[in-house]
């Protein structure tokens, strides 16, 4: 008799998980990184127990099936934008945040940084539209997002240095209406700045263990690890280099060899 733990899950499976998940995030209970996180370990679940880690934490009931993952919202019929600007000065916005409307952006011979990774994603999507007049806007995604950028640069630059998600995949939608006039537009991801400092989810701690106990299956060894999300280290991270930290043959010595016999104190004049 085949135990849960061992039954392969299916397309739609995954595709029911990740609809899940996107309900949560909309609902608040999931930021943009965790979404986005959570989204690429639903796609490399290769069991039901893996899968039900996943949305293990998350009340409700899984969708018996899992419509297309919705777009980021237009900006159609006069649609209020939240708006940051900077004129010859900075504006930022990091840490914890909702995002429940279509943003602005306008660094005008000045900054603006928005970073999304810990912001509450109520639309599904975001929608930003960034102007930059000899000044730059940057803004900062989990990698595995789809961004699509659109827009124009005249004597400028606009960029995307994002690891997205494999294609066909329904994962989190980030799109920037770029226009850049002397001024660069640019969307980077985790691996291009500093990391989030975050608390280890037990839902990862979770899988991680789950997979120890499947690293014998030799088709699960071939799963690679799920990606820290912001640079975190797992908790029960091991040194690359266990002789560091454990007795045994040590290096041989750099110093010069010593003589058998400590040298002689010089003699008194005259003897």
Do not use: C
């Amino acid at each position: 008799m085949t135990d849960a733990g061992e039954i392969r899950v299916s397309d739609a499976e995954r595709e029911a998980a990740v609809e899940w998940l996107r309900v949560a995030s909309v609902e608040g209970r999931l930021t943009l990184g965790e979404l986005t996180e959570r989204t690429e370990a639903a796609y490399t679940a290769r069991t039901q127990a893996e899968l039900a880690v996943v949305t293990s934490d998350l009340p409700g009931v899984r969708p018996a099936s899992a419509p297309a993952y919705p777009q980021a919202p237009a900006d159609q019929g006069g649609q209020v934008r939240r708006w940051f600007v900077a004129v010859m000065g900075s504006s930022k916005q990091r840490g914890s945040w909702r995002i429940d409307k279509p943003l602005g952006a306008v660094a005008v011979m000045g900054d603006v940084v928005l970073d999304l990774r810990q912001a509450e994603v109520r639309t599904g999507g975001v929608d930003i539209m960034a102007t930059a007049v000899m000044g730059n806007v940057k803004i900062i995604v989990p990698d595995g997002v789809d961004v699509e950028l659109d827009g124009i640069a005249i004597m400028g630059d606009r960029k995307v240095q994002v690891i997205e998600a494999p294609p066909g995949a329904h994962a989190p939608v980030v799109r920037v209406t770029a226009y850049a006039i002397m001024g660069d537009v640019k969307v980077i991801g985790d691996s291009r700045t500093k990391p989030i400092q975050k608390a280890w989810a037990a839902w990862r701690e979770q899988w991680e263990e789950m997979r120890g106990e499947l690293i014998g299956d030799p088709y699960h060894r071939q799963i690679p690890p799920l990606r820290p999300l912001g640079g975190e280290q797992p908790r029960h991270h091991s040194s690359p280099h266990p002789s560091w930290h454990t007795a045994g043959p040590q290096r041989p010595s750099q110093q010069p060899p010593q003589p058998p016999y400590p040298p002689q104190p010089p003699y008194p004049p005259g003897h």
